[in-house]
């Protein structure tokens, strides 16, 4: 079952080839920008000074705060609901060889439509918010009627189940969960027990995700999975600590674009997960890159922020 992250969706660009989602820090900074126009300058700053020191959920808070109500509303969809006609159709195919794995049921801390855009029929294509489906258990038997995008973390279409700021995690992950949080929860560690997880686009430094995740590993004693990461070259030795902590197994990279996009379709043409380690290879460097960078919490290459569509 995949599992994606924002990578895949800061891979998508416009017609005039620019990302058409925000990095975390963008996103931030864009908020500051927006307080600064509406007179709001204390607050601009305070965003700001949160930003300098990498408080990025204290940053969201404060930018939420600033920007209440329907204004807030706005600039989410602004920032994760774009026309899809502006969009360069052709980014999206890393994105559409993910559904080529065969799995009907696609997770994702992403706030975004890339997947539902994807997906082989974006009209029946559901989408879950965070909050459990009704008809999880018929997911995990593989007997879903039609394809679906399960946003752990919210999606654009319901603006109040997105999880961005501190006080949204803490309603996600706290120990002190509201009841349908816990269900997700609930369902994420169902999944991850039963299933062989797929990641892509993930950074892996989403610390309260990472510790759901090792908690599967923990309870499962080893006997999860398996799992796999698919991790560009570049940030792999960046990685391996937390990759091996997870129990995942690499799958490197040496480009994005076209040759990655030909390894992820190579594996969905195989349909097994027993295949995995066979086509566990380097790729030829044989296209430039789209450079969507590490995920969500990652350090992208060229840059010091982190993407953020989901967030994870």
């Given at each position: 079952?995949?599992?994606?992250?924002?990578?895949?969706?800061?891979?998508?660009?416009?017609?005039?080839?620019?990302?058409?989602?925000?990095?975390?820090?963008?996103?931030?900074?864009?908020?500051?920008?927006?307080?600064?126009?509406?007179?709001?300058?204390?607050?601009?700053?305070?965003?700001?000074?949160?930003?300098?020191?990498?408080?990025?959920?204290?940053?969201?808070?404060?930018?939420?705060?600033?920007?209440?109500?329907?204004?807030?509303?706005?600039?989410?969809?602004?920032?994760?609901?774009?026309?899809?006609?502006?969009?360069?159709?052709s980014t999206l195919a890393w994105a559409?060889?993910?559904?080529?794995?065969?799995?009907?049921?696609?997770?994702?801390?992403?706030?975004?439509?890339?997947?539902?855009?994807?997906?082989?029929?974006?009209?029946?294509?559901?989408?879950?918010?965070?909050?459990?489906?009704?008809?999880?258990?018929?997911?995990?038997?593989?007997?879903?009627?039609?394809?679906?995008?399960?946003?752990?973390?919210g999606m654009i279409q319901q603006i109040?189940?997105?999880?961005?700021?501190?006080?949204?995690?803490?309603?996600?992950?706290?120990?002190?969960?509201?009841?349908?949080?816990?269900?997700?929860?609930?369902?994420?560690?169902?999944?991850?027990?039963?299933?062989?997880?797929?990641?892509?686009?993930?950074?892996?430094?989403?610390?309260?995700?990472?510790?759901?995740?090792?908690?599967?590993?923990?309870?499962?004693?080893?006997?999860?999975?398996?799992?796999?990461?698919?991790?560009?070259?570049?940030?792999?030795?960046r990685l391996l600590p937390r990759v091996?902590?997870?129990?995942?197994?690499?799958?490197?990279?040496?480009?994005?674009?076209?040759?990655?996009?030909?390894?992820?379709?190579?594996?969905?043409?195989?349909?097994?997960?027993?295949?995995?380690?066979?086509?566990?290879?380097?790729?030829?460097?044989?296209?430039?890159?789209?450079?969507?960078?590490?995920?969500?919490?990652?350090?992208?290459?060229?840059?010091?922020?982190?993407?953020?569509?989901?967030?994870?």
């Amino acid at each position: 079952m995949p599992f994606v992250g924002a990578g895949v969706s800061r891979a998508v660009t416009n017609r005039a080839g620019q990302p058409v989602f925000p990095t975390w820090r963008e996103l931030l900074e864009r908020a500051a920008q927006q307080l600064h126009a509406d007179q709001k300058a204390e607050e601009a700053r305070a965003v700001r000074a949160r930003l300098e020191r990498g408080e990025y959920l204290a940053a969201a808070q404060l930018a939420r705060d600033g920007l209440r109500g329907r204004r807030w509303r706005d600039f989410l969809l602004h920032q994760f609901d774009p026309d899809i006609a502006e969009i360069d159709r052709s980014t999206l195919a890393w994105a559409e060889s993910i559904w080529s794995l065969g799995s009907d049921v696609v997770v994702t801390t992403n706030y975004d439509r890339v997947l539902e855009w994807a997906s082989p029929h974006p009209p029946a294509c559901e989408h879950w918010p965070t909050k459990v489906p009704a008809d999880y258990l018929a997911a995990l038997a593989g007997r879903t009627a039609k394809p679906a995008v399960w946003h752990l973390h919210g999606m654009i279409q319901q603006i109040d189940s997105i999880i961005l700021t501190s006080e949204d995690y803490d309603r996600l992950y706290s120990s002190s969960l509201q009841r349908r949080f816990s269900a997700a929860l609930a369902t994420l560690r169902s999944f991850l027990a039963h299933k062989s997880f797929v990641f892509f686009g993930f950074g892996f430094m989403d610390q309260r995700l990472l510790n759901e995740l090792l908690g599967v590993v923990e309870d499962g004693r080893g006997g999860t999975g398996p799992h796999y990461a698919f991790v560009h070259r570049d940030e792999s030795e960046r990685l391996l600590p937390r990759v091996r902590a997870l129990n995942l197994e690499l799958v490197t990279f040496d480009e994005f674009g076209p040759p990655l996009v030909q390894l992820v379709r190579e594996l969905g043409d195989a349909r097994t997960a027993r295949l995995f380690p066979k086509l566990t290879r380097s790729l030829d460097k044989q296209a430039p890159s789209l450079s969507p960078g590490a995920g969500e919490f990652g350090s992208p290459r060229g840059g010091g922020s982190e993407f953020v569509t989901e967030r994870g």
